[in-house]
């Protein structure tokens, strides 16, 4: 070999040997080294933000940097579970999820711009709001079997307010139907706060009312809640289950995870999952949880994973059974 050859050659090796200590360097870097955004596909001020925006807070404490809130509401949530799909799979964007990401798939089947199972990798679930199903103060019916009763005396006759189609609420008061062949009318609201108001007022029979929301007008004497729908809730000892009440199907709730876009490293999921599943357990972050009328959880990765996949075939056999279809 000459000796141009040569010094070519240790050049080489000495550039080769850099790149792979860069490499070493970046590899073995903590995590996060700067801000990392979560995306919650809804507007600021509800359920899924305050929850985000909580657990950022406690990521944000234990791990030293800014988690960042990024509201993209609008559109049945599928943009800002969409924009977290597409981004980069480094860690630095998460997105906070509801009910919708395991109902949109049979809502908006063959349409969504995204595969809930294939895009994503579940980190934990964190939160869950449960259902309370309601009558209003004066309401004749004082139990389940009241209101079941009247609905069978007077078919197509009793009116149920729904938050729109695709919501926990409206897929509670369908599963509700489809368990007994129940025949009420639905009248369609665009929300839960407008289908609340009715119902105090008395326009409408029955809902199902998420408890942060419910648990004030009950204090308050304006509405009156007959049961919960999934299981019993340490909050209202006394309020039995719709499974207690002979309703076991009936189930619908709103459940907060937090997801990353797939290819994201394992070692951060597992972090991330560690951390925030950790936080959801302890003080202060589970009393605020508590004190808003939230149920905290924390799950592993996997957990959560299964979670998904549970709720997306329990969800498929009733939005196909009631042929709903999603709207944005």
Same mark, same amino acid.
């Given at each position: 070999?000459?000796?141009?050859?040569?010094?070519?050659?240790?050049?080489?090796?000495?550039?080769?040997?850099?790149?792979?200590?860069?490499?070493?360097? /970046?590899?073995?870097?903590?995590?996060?080294?700067? +801000?990392?955004?979560?995306?919650?596909?809804y507007a600021a001020g509800g359920?899924? %933000?305050?929850?985000?925006?909580?657990?950022?807070?406690?990521?944000?404490?234990?791990?030293?940097?800014?988690?960042?809130?990024?509201?993209?509401?609008?559109?049945?949530?599928?943009?800002?579970?969409?924009?977290?799909?597409?981004?980069?799979?480094?860690?630095?964007?998460?997105?906070?999820?509801?009910?919708?990401?395991?109902?949109?798939?049979?809502?908006?089947?063959?349409?969504?711009?995204?595969?809930?199972?294939? %895009?994503?990798?579940?980190?934990?679930?964190?939160?869950?709001?449960?259902?309370?199903?309601?009558? +209003?103060? %004066?309401?004749?019916?004082?139990?389940?079997? %009241?209101?079941?009763?009247?609905?069978?005396?007077? !078919?197509?006759?009793?009116?149920?307010?729904?938050?729109?189609?695709?919501?926990?609420? *409206?897929?509670?008061?369908?599963?509700?139907?489809?368990?007994?062949?129940?025949?009420?009318?639905?009248?369609?609201?665009?929300?839960?706060?407008?289908?609340?108001?009715?119902?105090?007022?008395?326009?409408?029979?029955?809902?199902?009312?998420?408890?942060?929301?419910?648990?004030?007008?009950?204090?308050?004497?304006?509405?009156?809640?007959? =049961?919960? /729908?999934?299981?019993?809730?340490?909050?209202?000892?006394?309020?039995?289950?719709?499974?207690?009440?002979?309703? !076991?199907?009936?189930?619908?709730?709103?459940?907060?995870?937090?997801?990353?876009? =797939?290819?994201?490293?394992? /070692?951060?999921?597992?972090?991330?999952? /560690?951390?925030?599943?950790?936080?959801?357990?302890?003080?202060?972050?589970?009393?605020?949880?508590?004190?808003?009328?939230?149920?905290?959880?924390?799950?592993? !990765?996997q957990e959560y994973a299964d *979670?998904?996949?549970?709720?997306?075939?329990?969800?498929?056999?009733?939005?196909?059974?009631?042929?709903?279809?999603?709207?944005?």
């Amino acid at each position: 070999m000459s000796q141009i050859a040569r010094r070519i050659s240790v050049c080489a090796a000495a550039v080769l040997c850099m790149v792979a200590q860069v490499g070493l360097g /970046a590899a073995s870097e903590p995590y996060p080294q700067r +801000p990392v955004k979560i995306v919650v596909p809804y507007a600021a001020g509800g359920g899924t %933000d305050v929850t985000a925006r909580l657990f950022g807070g406690a990521l944000e404490r234990e791990l030293g940097q800014s988690f960042i809130v990024d509201n993209r509401a609008g559109g049945a949530s599928i943009p800002g579970t969409q924009a977290v799909a597409q981004s980069k799979p480094d860690g630095y964007t998460l997105g906070m999820m509801d009910s919708s990401f395991m109902t949109n798939p049979s809502l908006f089947r063959g349409k969504l711009p995204y595969d809930t199972q294939r %895009d994503f990798k579940p980190i934990a679930l964190l939160a869950r709001n449960q259902l309370l199903l309601t009558v +209003p103060a %004066d309401s004749p019916y004082k139990t389940v079997a %009241d209101l079941v009763a009247a609905i069978k005396k007077k !078919p197509g006759e009793l009116t149920f307010a729904s938050a729109g189609i695709g919501t926990a609420i *409206h897929l509670a008061g369908e599963q509700l139907r489809q368990s007994d062949n129940l025949s009420f009318v639905t009248v369609p609201y665009r929300g839960g706060g407008p289908a609340l108001a009715d119902l105090i007022s008395g326009k409408v029979d029955f809902s199902f009312v998420a408890y942060p929301l419910a648990r004030p007008q009950m204090r308050d004497g304006r509405i009156r809640a007959l =049961a919960v /729908a999934g299981p019993r809730m340490s909050m209202e000892r006394d309020l039995p289950s719709m499974a207690e009440v002979g309703f !076991p199907n009936v189930d619908a709730m709103t459940e907060m995870g937090l997801v990353a876009p =797939a290819g994201t490293p394992d /070692a951060i999921i597992q972090r991330l999952s /560690a951390i925030a599943s950790d936080a959801a357990r302890k003080e202060p972050l589970r009393q605020k949880l508590l004190d808003l009328g939230s149920t905290p959880i924390g799950s592993t !990765p996997q957990e959560y994973a299964d *979670h998904v996949a549970k709720e997306m075939s329990k969800w498929s056999v009733v939005i196909d059974r009631g042929n709903i279809k999603g709207e944005q």
